[in-house]
């Protein structure tokens, strides 16, 4: 069955300073790995993806993630924090050969001025 | 463009109540799955189609119907509302299999059983 383990419940990060949002995956075969935010009161917007190529993706609004097979990590980062990053960021795997995807618990950034 | 769109936005169920979560998307894609949101346990799969007349049960079905009649429709029906179904649903779309590209998320609907 498939997992996505986010092992940190929350992140602080200075404005300025890089930040990293861990996410571990189990899955059979080929990962398809997300990365979504989710602002208040707000549904989860799409940030990037891995589904085959580069092991560095770049997404929306700086960030980028960096797959890591023999690791099954897929880390969130960006070099630069701002304090409108503040969110709950969610960590998503699905398996090339089914159709669920699954998510992480979620790991809420926060990015003091 | 309206994307996904959810109603209501908020209810308050008794215990024993049923009732419909609608989810609507015009996006043409085949992909719709509802989850449930709950504080430190992320999003869980409830139950999701693949197209029309085609469903399937994901992480956490039970106490949850959905069907599939249209490919603009999927909505979620508790049958018997129970206080463990407090959370915040929401629907998302994707084009086929989610494979090669993103879900698109509605903006929730925040759902209290009392």
């Known amino acids: 069955a498939q997992s996505v383990a986010q092992p940190e419940d929350q992140v602080n990060v200075a404005e300025g300073n890089p930040l990293t949002v861990k996410c571990t995956y189990s899955v059979s075969g080929n990962p398809y790995l997300f990365w979504y935010v989710q602002y208040p009161n707000r549904g989860l917007q799409f940030l990037l993806k891995?589904?085959?190529?580069?092991?560095l993706v770049k997404g929306s609004y700086g960030f980028e993630a960096e797959f890591n097979k023999s690791q099954t990590s897929f880390h969130l980062k960006k070099p630069s924090a701002l304090v409108s990053d503040s969110a709950l960021y969610f960590c998503a795997v699905r398996d090339t050969g089914g159709f669920k995807t699954i998510f992480g618990a979620g790991t809420r950034l926060f990015v003091k001025a | 463009n309206a994307g996904v769109t959810q109603t209501p936005k908020f209810q308050v169920l008794k215990t024993g109540q049923s009732m419909t979560l609608q989810c609507a998307q015009d996006m043409n894609h085949e992909y719709m799955s509802w989850y449930r949101q709950d504080p430190g346990m992320g999003l869980r799969l409830i139950h999701y189609s693949v197209g029309a007349g085609i469903t399937d049960q994901g992480e956490v079905p039970n106490g949850y119907n959905v069907s599939r009649s249209t490919t603009e429709d999927f909505p979620l029906r508790l049958l018997s509302a129970a206080p463990s179904q407090t959370s915040v649903y929401f629907c998302a779309s994707s084009p086929q299999g989610w494979g090669q590209g993103e879900a698109f998320f509605g903006q929730g609907t925040r759902l209290t059983v009392v």
């Open positions: 891995y589904i085959t190529g580069d092991n």
